[in-house]
């Protein structure tokens, strides 16, 4: 089972007690059928997916799409190491460029 806690570079910095608030505020805000007392009783994803599933009536397969998207990094560098505020993408094809013309 996958425990509830959070993927997030904000969340990193801090405590992961601090981490699992900021990410119990994430789901609130995302989806605020909750109380207060059901998000601090969630066990993993798992028991968030099964949750959202039976307060709004909506797909498992919609619900795991919606809970992975609350749990995925703020902000993450990709593997070319250049912040994801700016992209990759250019260095990217450059190289893909270079490696087809040496062929």
Do not use: H
């Amino acid at each position: 089972m996958n425990p509830v806690t959070p993927n997030t570079s904000s969340a990193s910095t801090g405590t992961p007690s601090d981490a699992k608030k900021i990410l119990l505020k994430d789901i609130g805000a995302k989806w605020g059928k909750f109380s207060e007392q059901e998000l601090g009783a969630l066990k993993n994803k798992d028991d968030l997916i099964t949750q959202v599933v039976a307060k709004y009536s909506i797909d498992k397969t919609q619900a795991q799409r919606d809970v992975d998207a609350v749990m995925k990094p703020d902000l993450q560098l990709p593997p070319c190491g250049v912040p994801a505020a700016r992209s990759c993408l250019s260095q990217r094809r450059g190289r893909a460029a270079a490696t087809f013309r040496k062929r």
